[in-house]
């Protein structure tokens, strides 16, 4: 593999890591809003159906992105749990 390759992939897991911690950086938003601290409900909103896009995109490609689907899918989850949790 050369150089440039090897950069790709460590600069392509260092983003899915990423992509997974912000999603879950959530997890205190969802205990707020549980304990009646509401946050808005937008972003996550958004947050989970810009990943719902991202991992259709993915999977529709010949050869499935395997780290945009695992970095993304946590998104949808997280994501409708704090817009669900902020509206109820």
């Known amino acids: 593999m050369e150089k440039k390759e ?3 992939l460590v600069f392509g897991r260092i ?3 990423l992509s997974v911690l912000m999603y879950v ?5 969802i205990m707020n809003n549980l304990a009646g601290n509401k946050g808005n409900p937008i972003q996550p ?3 989970m159906v810009n990943c719902i896009f991202w991992v259709i995109y993915a ?7 395997y780290p945009i689907i695992i ?3 946590p998104g949808i989850f997280l994501g409708a749990i704090t ?3 902020a509206i109820m």
């Open 6 to 8: 090897r950069m790709v």
């Open 59 to 65: 999977t529709m490609q010949k050869k499935k992105d």
């Open 83 to 85: 817009f669900i949790t």
């Open 71 to 73: 970095a993304n899918v």
């Open 15 to 17: 983003a899915s890591v």
């Open 45 to 47: 909103m958004v947050a």
């Open 25 to 29: 950086s959530y997890i205190p938003q």
